[in-house]
């Protein structure tokens, strides 16, 4: 099963590194190849040097891909992570 | 062999001929090596250890941070896990140690330089900088798979020139010299931490060479020569013979001036000023009776907080400084609380990621907002001061109520020892180090508050000119004699003369014989220099008579530009002054 949704980052400091690390722990937990698509970037979502640079700051949209069996609870993870702004304040 | 000459900066005096040590400070070297295939396993196996011991050393890392600080700080060591959890680190290195055959070290660097050239791309500055997260953790991988030792300079048993990219204050720190005989670096200018560091362990010192560690092999016969700022390696026979000469006559011209170490720092028609000493690290305590200094203007506490974890306890600070109270006589010492921040960064004093640490958390600021290290140094220096004249400086003050927290915290710590019935000096004498502009423009505010102040050149000149001493490419306007320099400092001298009190200058300008004749004639009643120039600034102040200082000090103040102001005092010190100065 392949999913598709387009997310917007919408914490003060974007994704920076320990926002990064959030993305990855929860990328982690599924089973699913999980990809980010930015611009003209593809990057796997389990790499956070690879999330690193995206440098997508507050604002930015990103696109997740999830392809595998739990893609659908993969993506509906993430869009919970991004709008809870990766558990920090702002 | 042909002997190859090198340029640099000629940081500190002298010259020291020697063989070559490199010094890798992050403890590892890399290179390529290709390896056979009974080789495999093992590499692996090494990889996939260093990898554990990583781990573990961050996550007491964690837990240490989560003690000091709480969750918040110690998160950042959750996402260094994170980092190694990469598939870089995880699958792209193994699989290519089994494919390419090559070292994991090598491996690396290799996919690290790619990582740092996508990351150095970005437009965006914030992300662009914390690619340092990610160098950070493979810096410890790095060294874990060389074996987790860190070269150190304590360990050297034979006389060497060091041979380094750059040198951390945690690197001089430990340096002896009885092995180290002088050194040149990749970086570094005349103003950096290691050429203050050499020119008072009196070492030749030749910075800002560029690529100089590229250029040299380990035992290579190297000649420094921190006069003319030149690096020779491999010397012939007659310029190693020429340069023993040299060298010769240098120590000789040194002895000289310490034969001046009895007489007093008195002009020609009498007038007299105190010429003290900046003490950086306690070795250089040995050289102040040798080097005729009348006490120290400046004691810098740092060396205490470097090389370690923890913050040191008020008992080894108090044995510190209490050796330092005795050794310096009759004399007073004055003991600058703590300094870090800046460039001198201690990661578990200062947690907090600034872009602009210069203008960030710092010194006094530091200490303010953290009265558990800047108690325990009050309490010591106080009890201290029962065995000898010490007085405390505050450095980085920028406002007056800062003067103001700090007494109260002093005040506070005085009646806690008076409660415990330990020993201290009461009436300690304070004073405040005059290095930000506002505080130069308050500093008949200032006066009012301490006993005396202290101009600290270095940071006053960047901070007035905005320029960072160590930026090669903005150093030129790093100048002393610059107008609006010269305006601070006799703002700052004529507030203390008008409050009956005393001014000293503790910066490096205060070491540069060319402005004594300015100096003199602004005023200043103490100069404090580092140990090893203290000769011939003695040398320079005997020869100048103090009248015609006062005449070169009013005239340089209604100069425009520092090339005027430095002709103004090449034009009127005396013709055997000039020749020297000049």
């Known amino acids: 099963m392949k999913v598709t949704e387009k997310m917007a980052i919408i914490n003060k400091l974007g994704l920076h590194l320990r926002a990064a690390a959030e993305l990855v722990k929860v990328a982690n937990k599924f089973k699913s190849h999980i990809m980010i698509h930015h611009g003209i970037q593809n990057i796997n979502a389990k790499s956070l040097m690879g999330i690193m640079t995206l440098a997508a700051a507050k604002g930015t949209e990103i696109e997740f891909v999830a392809d595998g069996e739990d893609a659908k609870d993969a993506i509906a993870a993430l869009r919970q992570l991004l709008a809870n702004k990766f558990g920090e304040k702002e | 062999m042909t002997e190859k000459v090198f340029n640099g900066i000629a940081a500190a005096g002298g010259i020291a001929i020697g063989p070559a040590y490199l010094y890798h400070p992050q403890g590892f070297s890399v290179s390529r090596r290709n390896l056979r295939s009974e080789e495999l396993s093992g590499e692996l196996e ?17 837990e240490k941070m989560q003690e000091k600080l709480g969750k918040e700080h110690a998160a950042i060591f959750q996402a260094h896990q994170v980092v190694l959890d990469d598939p870089l680190f995880m699958e792209e290195i193994p699989n290519s140690i089994q494919t390419r055959r090559l070292n994991a070290e090598f491996l ?37 798979l060389a074996g987790g030792e860190k070269d150190d300079l304590k360990k050297l048993d034979r006389e060497v020139v060091l041979v380094a990219v750059d040198l951390a204050p945690s690197d001089t720190v430990s340096m002896s010299t009885d092995t180290v005989k002088g050194f040149c670096t990749d970086i570094g200018g005349r103003t950096s931490h290691v050429a203050i560091v050499a020119r008072s362990l009196g070492l030749p010192a030749v910075l800002g060479m560029k690529t100089i560690t590229a250029e040299i092999q380990e035992g290579d016969m190297v000649i420094v020569d921190g006069n003319k700022g030149l690096v020779v390696v491999n010397p012939l026979p007659q310029t190693l013979k020429q340069y023993e000469r040299l060298k010769e006559s240098y120590e000789a011209f040194q002895k000289s001036l310490e034969e001046l170490k009895a007489l007093p720092a008195t002009t020609p028609d009498g007038h007299r000023v105190t010429l003290a000493a900046n003490i950086e690290i306690p070795q250089e305590l040995d050289e102040l009776e040798r080097h005729g200094a009348e006490g120290i203007g400046l004691f810098r506490t740092e060396f205490l907080f470097m090389n370690r974890e923890e913050i040191p306890t008020e008992e080894e600070q108090y044995e510190a400084y209490k050796e330092l109270a005795t050794k310096t006589g009759v004399n007073p010492a004055i003991l600058r609380t703590l300094d870090l921040g800046g460039d001198k960064f201690l990661s578990h004093l200062n947690p907090y990621q600034e872009s602009n640490p210069f203008l960030g958390l710092r010194a006094i600021r530091l200490c303010l907002k953290r009265p558990d290290i800047f108690k325990p140094q009050l309490r010591a220096i106080l009890r201290a001061g029962a065995h000898g004249p010490i007085k405390i400086m505050f450095p980085m003050i920028s406002t007056l109520s800062e003067i103001r927290e700090s007494k109260i915290i002093l005040n506070m710590c005085v009646q806690d020892l008076k ?39 270095n940071d006053l000149i960047q901070y007035t000119l905005a320029v960072d001493r160590v930026n090669e490419s903005v150093a030129y306007l790093y100048d002393p004699a610059n107008p609006a320099i010269l305006r601070l400092i006799k703002m700052t001298v004529d507030a203390c003369h008008k409050a009956g009190k005393w001014v000293g200058m503790c910066g490096e300008m205060a070491g540069d014989p060319v402005f004594i004749p300015l100096l003199l004639g602004m005023g200043l009643d103490e100069l404090s220099v580092s140990v090893s120039v203290i000769p011939e600034i003695k040398k320079v102040i005997r020869m100048m008579p103090y009248d015609i200082s006062v005449k070169i000090a009013q005239a340089a103040l209604q100069m425009k530009t520092s090339d005027e102001v430095l002709k103004l005092i090449r034009d009127n010190v005396p013709s055997e002054l000039k020749a020297i100065l000049f």
């Open chain 2, 46 to 62: 090494r990889y996939q250890s260093s990898l554990k011991k990583t781990r573990a050393q961050i996550a007491e890392m964690e």
């Open chain 2, 108 to 144: 690396l660097v290799e996919a690290l330089d790619k990582f740092k050239a996508v990351m150095e791309s970005l437009e965006d500055g914030y992300f662009r900088e914390r690619g340092g997260d990610i160098q950070d953790v493979s810096n410890r991988l790095l060294r874990n």
């Open chain 2, 419 to 457: 409660r415990e019935g330990l020993v201290f000096r009461s009436g300690i004498e304070i004073g405040a180090m005059i290095e930000i502009p506002s505080a130069a423009i308050i500093a008949d505010l200032l006066i009012q508050e301490v006993d005396f102040l202290s101009i600290g050149t």
